[in-house]
């Protein structure tokens, strides 16, 4: 059984993702560089929110998958 401090200390655990798609309709010529991502990680503490485009979002993903490979790496190694 943990202690109170170390709960206070832990790392926020991701539960779930909100997301909205907002395109900037005042802007003459809009396309898919106009298109903006507001993000929601709701999290057993505090939720983390923040604005991305379409490249930042990609990267985003891109990086979060070269996570994942590598921590499947890790784990074979281990094993």
């Known amino acids: ?3 109170p401090q170390s709960d206070e200390n832990a790392l926020p655990r991701i539960t779930d993702v909100e997301w ?3 395109a ?3 802007t003459p010529g809009v396309g ?3 298109l903006l991502y507001s993000v929601i990680l709701k ?3 505090d939720d983390v929110t923040f604005t991305c485009d379409t490249q930042q979002l990609q990267d985003l993903v ?3 998958k070269d996570l994942v490979r590598h921590c499947e790496n890790v784990k074979s ?3």
């Open 77 to 79: 190694e281990l094993t």
């Open 43 to 45: 999290t057993d503490k």
């Open 1 to 3: 059984m943990s202690t």
């Open 20 to 22: 909205k798609l907002e």
């Open 32 to 34: 898919s560089d106009k």
């Open 62 to 64: 891109y990086k979060l």
């Open 24 to 26: 900037l309709t005042n």
